[in-house]
């Protein structure tokens, strides 16, 4: 019998039923498609807020994967724990996740490549209620044909330790990297606007750290940065906004932002 791990934020962050679901995701995806033309992605970095809120930023990225889907067979995703302390990288030691969409299984292989790695370890109490992984996958079901998938809740844990891991699964065409992080949280629109701006440029620079304050996923992003600059990634702004763009107030907004990076012709593999 599958061990399952169920979807906990369906019907709150993103539509529930499956046709509410489904209806969303292919607007969001419609409306995002003019601005991720001619973008083929190895990796992306993607907000994690309600669909009412980072749903139109996050499409940007994933509508950029439509020409990709025959080719990614397994997403590495990593988001920060938001409710469970842990010290490094959590893998939820099951066999599938669910949402309204169905299952997702997980890439076995690939968590046993990294398994016996110090800072990998597994904690289902980590990924019981996160919700950074989860908002990303009706996503990545649209728009992606049959892959697998190793999801990594991400705690205390070094910038090195992160690239450590993602390095381990690189992998070539066949594997996407999802990072999943906000931007500023709780600050007046036109200086959450300022501080994100900053934070941009140095992503784009994969110039870090990147402390918390400036993106919740820093942890991740920092690893990611780390990988990306070896690997010899170009990257690219696909999208930004905050919550007093979409659904909220202007007097504390959420920053969110969705880049592509692509590999350089010059060192594809």
């Not at 906990?8 to 489904?22: I, K, M, T």
Request: glycine share 8%; net charge negative.
């Amino acid at each position: 019998m599958l061990n399952i791990r169920p979807s906990a934020v369906a019907g709150s962050f993103y539509p529930y039923p499956r046709q509410a679901l489904e209806k969303e995701v292919s607007l969001l995806l419609e409306q995002a498609k003019p601005a991720s033309r001619g973008v083929t992605p190895k990796a992306i970095i993607v907000p994690h807020a309600g669909y009412i809120y980072s749903g139109q930023t996050a499409a940007v990225a994933y509508a950029s994967l439509s020409a990709l889907k025959d080719k990614i067979s397994r997403v590495v995703l990593l988001g920060p724990v938001h409710r469970v302390p842990v010290r490094g990288l959590a893998l939820p030691g099951v066999d599938a996740f669910e949402t309204p969409l169905g299952n997702v299984a997980l890439d076995q292989a690939a968590i046993q490549s990294i398994s016996g790695m110090p800072q990998v370890l597994v904690s289902a109490a980590a990924h019981t209620l996160e919700h950074s992984l989860e908002v990303q996958l009706p996503f990545l079901q649209s728009v992606l044909g049959d892959f697998k998938l190793v999801p990594l809740a991400v705690g205390d844990a070094t910038a090195a330790e992160v690239a450590a891991v993602l390095d381990k699964l690189w992998g070539g065409a066949e594997t996407l990297i999802v990072i999943s992080s906000d931007l500023s949280h709780f600050l007046p629109y036109h200086v959450a606007q300022s501080v994100d701006q900053e934070t941009v440029q140095s992503i784009l620079d994969l110039n870090g750290p990147i402390s918390h304050d400036q993106a919740c996923g820093g942890t991740p992003i920092n690893g990611f940065l780390i990988s990306a600059e070896r690997h010899h990634l170009r990257s690219q702004l696909l999208d930004y906004r905050n919550s007093g763009d979409t659904a909220g107030d202007k007097n504390r907004v959420v920053g969110y932002a969705s880049f592509a990076f692509m590999e350089d012709e010059k060192y594809e593999h």
